[in-house]
């Protein structure tokens, strides 16, 4: 069966100097796959190439089989990428409820025009969309936070809405960026069962990270990148073994 997502040779240089260089690699439905490296190794230009925010100097990007290379942010979006942020990114003074129906944007239906003349039909929609992000809340065990602001919140919470943002659009494909960065190892954890579930779900989700203990314990296959090229890839007990990656972490 085919990986949701494939990369194939894919490059970006910057002004010559290559960021990310001929990385191939795969990402099936329902596991966890990581991508891991030291600082500058390349990991965000991949996601970035992956979401559509920087362009290919080479190679391919495959979504579900097809060729999404050339696709922009909002095509790749509506096709079912979604991601989180390395700096979370929601709206302070807004509710936490607020922020996740926020999240639904590319699933509603009844037109602006209809929003703005308050029709029933966006009543009705805005309705369905405040259930549906409630039960993304009770999902998270946020419920109880529904009417808080979102910028008072904990880190660990924060990153939940941000989760729950990417989730509201029901993606194929879910790639989190750090997502445990800054955060002690219980919130980790907490954090590492959600992400097992939404694995479970069917979606492909690609894991980011430069901390490795939490990455060993999540996924089911490791590709490590150091100085924008693959060094190793593998199950993760036999990547973490690698002289290579060991060498490339100390160095770092
Ligand atoms: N827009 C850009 N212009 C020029 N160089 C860039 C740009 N974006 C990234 N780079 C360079 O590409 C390399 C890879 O950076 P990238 O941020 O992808 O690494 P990373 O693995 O995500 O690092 P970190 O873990 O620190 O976030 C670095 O040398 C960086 O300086």
């Not at 194939?8 to 990402?27: C, E, I, M, N, T």
């Not at 696709?71 to 929601?90: C, H, K, M, S, Y």
């Not at 039960?135 to 936070?145: C, D, H, K, N």
């Amino acid at each position: 069966m085919t990986a949701t997502l494939v990369l194939q040779d894919v490059a970006r240089h910057f002004g010559g100097v290559p960021a990310v260089d001929k990385l191939s690699l795969q990402v099936p439905a329902g596991q966890i796959t990581g991508l891991i490296g030291p600082n500058g190794a390349g990991k965000t230009t991949v996601v970035n190439l992956i979401t559509g925010l920087l362009h290919l100097s080479s190679g391919k990007v495959l979504l579900d089989g097809r060729d999404v290379s050339r696709d922009e942010a909002p095509e790749l979006a509506r096709a079912g990428v979604a991601r989180t942020f390395q700096n979370i990114r929601l709206v302070p003074d807004a509710s936490v409820l607020e922020n996740v129906v926020a999240g639904f944007h590319r699933h509603e239906k009844a037109g602006l025009w209809a929003n703005l003349l308050g029709l029933p039909s966006a009543r009705a929609e805005a309705k369905r969309l405040n259930e549906r992000a409630m039960a993304l809340l009770e999902r998270f065990g946020m419920t109880a936070l529904a009417e808080h602001r979102a910028g008072g919140l904990s880190y660990g919470h924060q990153r939940r809405i941000e989760m729950m943002r990417a989730l509201a659009t029901e993606p194929r494909l879910l790639l989190l960026d750090e997502p445990v960065a800054g955060m002690n190892d219980a919130e980790a954890e907490s954090l590492a069962g959600i992400f097992r579930s939404v694995a479970a779900s069917g979606v492909a989700v690609l894991l980011i990270e430069h901390n490795m203990r939490f990455v060993m314990s999540l996924c089911a296959h490791l590709y490590v990148l150091a100085s924008g090229r693959l060094i190793a890839e593998g199950l993760p007990e036999a990547v973490g073994r690698d002289p290579k990656v060991v060498e490339a972490y100390l160095g770092a």
